[in-house]
């Protein structure tokens, strides 16, 4: 059985043919979260995902694969995107822009090859981008640079009409639904799977400790909480990347549903016998857990791995990022953005000079025991103690005799 599982391992493994052809096995998915659950290292991931934000670009990093292949164009030139830059600083080749045809042509677990700027299965060209290099990167980020006004034009557009849409809400908290759980007078930690997310969890362990704040999820985010050694109190999103593990920790899960009332995650969190609750409201599901908290009597709201600044905002991919810029606005008396708190401080001493200073310490108190009456004192009436207690063990023991 051993010895099967390790060839079946090895006649999935990439390999390398001449002029740096990958051939691996293809891992098929349109949206690249749901792919990184599944893809493994040495395998090429065929994406079809426009403008790679640096997210998604760090997820597939994590995974190791062999290539990347997408069918839309990584930089479309609306914004100066970070993804592709990512894949290539970490050695990941890319074939760009190949065409959408690519994701009926590959199917998920067939082995394909990576020549040059063509995709191939069985020998077959099915494919053909653009091979990115770091030149063509440089440009592409260069020309998305000059066109980022006309995106900011389409930014402020996008404000007025959802405050136009949502003004009952945002002002007066019309639509907020009742919840069980109690976050009057607390503080939240709202926690998302964006940027430094992980590293920012570590550095508020202290503040987690110390103030037990209400912990809430953002989709994938309570798998961060969990993944942290801590338990999420709520769960709020359109659950498309949350775990079902998360979803059975015992938080109470709030869906994020359309305007219309209609929720692509409400189905499956019922089916896994959770009985949710139901928020119908425009904007991201990370507006809506810091309009919860806020409606809900919290004191503070600490955010980590929001989206802050307006390439961010882009990078999210979606017009609707407008309603974070004013869902901000709304809570910004009590929101705190933890975000980039682990490179903003770092702990100056090490483990290794802390147990340094322990162990002189153990070493300085042992010098005075030993030069000083009272410490010889101190030392002659432990000894005595010791052999007395050892004599009595000793006794104890079966193989010893009267």
Known sequence: ??????????????????????????????????????????EVAVIDHLDLDRVSAEALVACAPAAVVNAAASTSGRYPNLGPEILLAAGVPVLDAVGEDVMAAVREGQRVELAGDALSVDGRVVARGRRLSAELVAADMEAARAGLSLQLEAFAANTMEYLRRERDLLLDGVGVPDIATDLEGRHVLVVVRGYHYKEDLVTLRPYVREYRPVLIGVDGGADAILEAGWKPDMIVGDMDSVSDAALRSGAEVVVHAYRDGRAPGLDRVRQLGIDPVVFPATGTSEDVAMLLADDKGATLIAAVGTHVTLVEFLDKGRAGMASTFLTRLRVGGKLVDAKGVSRLYRSRVSDAQVLVLVLAGVLALAAALLVTPTGQAILAVTGARLETWWAAFVSWLPWTGP
């Open 1 to 42: 059985m051993v010895r099967r599982r390790r060839g079946r391992a090895a006649a999935q493994s990439p390999e390398t043919g001449a002029a740096g052809a990958v051939r691996a096995t293809a891992r098929v998915d349109r949206r690249t979260k749901r792919l990184t659950k599944r893809l493994r290292p040495g």
